[in-house]
C-alpha cells in the first residue's frame, strides 16, 4: 500500500511538472546598432524640438517636444497626446526599445491613467484609450497606472497585451481584463533611475520584457506563442490623464530588425493582407459577460484543463486509499475465521 501511494504521488508531481506553466526568458538584443532602423526610431537629439513638426514623426493633442524627452501628457487633468511614426514597418522580426518615464505628484492611487504602446494600423486618430483609438487593428501594450476596477486583486501599475482586430472594445472600468492577452504588475512610477521596456515579435512570438529595477537587466513579463500581426503598421505611443494625473514622458524608441529565418511556405505569405489574431485556446471574446450576468462559457485554457486533471488524479488517489484499506481489513476479517 505504501509503494502504491508513493507511486501516486509520484505520477502527482510528474503531472504538475508537465502541466504547470513554465515561462522560458526570452534572450533580447543586445541593442547592436548594425541592425537598428533609423526610421522607425525616436533618440536624442530630436530634430524639430520646440516646433510643431519632426521628421518621420507626428504628434498630437498634448504632446510637447523638448531637448530631453517627448511629454505625451503633463501632470494636468484631462490630458491626451500621442507621437506616430509616419514610415510604416515591414520587417515580420522586430524588436522594440523604450525608455520612458511616468512620473507626478499624485501619491498612492492618486495619480493616471497611464501609457500605451501601439503597432496598428491606424495613427494619430486621438480616442479614450490611454489617448488613441478603440477598436483598432494590431498590438497594444498598455502601463496602466491606475486601478479602475476596485474589486481588483492585481498590484498597480500594470502592464498587458491586447491584440485586436478591430472587434474588440477596450474596457477601461475593468482595466481591460476582458480582452487581456497576457500581463505583469511593474513597479515603474516615480523611480529616480531610468525604466526601460522590450516588446519583441519575432515568428509568431510575443515578448514582454521590463527593466525597471536599475538592475540593467530585462525581466520577463508576457511571452505568447500564436500571435499574427501584419506587416505596414506604424508604431506609437500614446497617454491620457482624465480626474488624476501624471507626466507622461517617452525618452527614446528604438527599433532593431531580427535576423530570423523563416521556413519556406512563408515566402507565399502576403503578410499585409493578414488579420491580427492570435491562436490561443481561449479567445478574449470569451472573457465577456453575456447581457443575462452569466460569464460565457469558452473553450478549456491550459489553467483549466491543469485543474481538472488534478481533480482527476487526486480522486484516483483518493479512490485507491479506501480500497486499499477497506480490502485490508476484509483480509483481517479473513484471518479470524481460520
Not at 128 to 134: A, E, Q, Y
Not at 199 to 227: F, H, P, Q
Request: aromatic share 10%.
Amino acid at each position: 500500500m505504501a509503494a502504491g501511494a508513493g507511486g501516486l504521488v509520484a505520477a502527482a508531481a510528474l503531472l504538475l511538472t508537465l502541466a504547470g506553466p513554465r515561462p522560458v526568458p526570452a534572450e533580447l538584443t543586445d541593442g547592436n546598432s548594425e541592425h537598428l532602423k533609423r526610421e522607425h526610431s525616436l533618440m536624442k537629439p530630436y530634430q524639430g524640438a520646440g516646433s510643431a513638426a519632426m521628421p518621420l514623426w507626428d504628434f498630437t493633442g498634448s504632446t510637447m517636444v523638448t531637448s530631453q524627452y517627448v511629454r505625451l501628457t503633463p501632470d494636468e487633468r484631462s490630458r491626451e497626446g500621442s507621437i506616430w511614426n509616419r514610415v510604416p514597418c515591414f520587417l515580420k522580426d522586430w524588436e522594440l526599445h523604450v525608455h520612458f518615464k511616468i512620473h507626478g505628484a499624485g501619491k498612492k492611487n492618486l495619480h493616471g491613467d497611464g501609457l500605451a504602446l501601439w503597432y496598428t494600423q491606424e495613427r494619430l486618430t486621438p480616442g479614450p484609450v490611454f489617448g488613441s483609438k478603440d477598436n483598432f487593428h494590431g498590438l497594444a501594450i498598455f502601463l496602466d497606472t491606475y486601478p479602475n476596477d476596485e474589486a481588483t486583486e492585481r498590484v498597480f501599475p500594470y502592464i498587458s497585451a491586447m491584440v485586436n482586430n478591430g472587434s474588440l472594445s477596450y474596457d477601461h472600468s475593468k482595466d481591460g481584463r476582458w480582452t487581456e492577452l497576457a500581463g505583469c504588475s511593474a513597479d515603474l512610477r516615480n523611480q529616480n533611475h531610468d525604466t526601460f521596456l522590450a516588446v519583441r515579435y519575432s515568428r509568431g512570438r510575443l515578448t514582454v520584457m521590463t527593466d525597471v529595477e536599475d538592475k540593467n537587466e530585462w525581466k520577463n513579463c508576457i511571452d505568447i506563442a500564436g500571435v499574427q500581426l501584419p506587416t505596414g503598421y506604424f508604431f506609437g505611443a500614446s497617454a491620457g490623464t482624465g480626474d488624476l494625473s501624471d507626466n507622461h514622458d517617452i525618452i527614446s524608441m528604438k527599433l532593431f530588425q531580427l535576423m530570423v529565418e523563416h521556413p519556406v511556405e512563408d515566402e507565399a505569405v502576403d503578410w499585409t493582407k493578414i488579420e491580427p489574431r492570435v491562436s490561443l485556446l481561449k479567445s478574449p471574446k470569451d472573457n465577456v459577460d453575456d447581457p443575462t450576468g452569466n460569464f460565457r462559457s469558452g473553450p478549456l485554457t491550459g489553467w483549466k484543463v491543469f485543474l481538472l486533471l488534478l481533480c482527476a488524479l487526486l480522486g484516483i488517489i483518493v479512490c485507491a486509499v479506501v480500497g486499499a484499506v477497506v480490502f485490508q481489513k476484509r483480509q483481517e476479517r479473513n484471518k479470524r475465521f481460520y
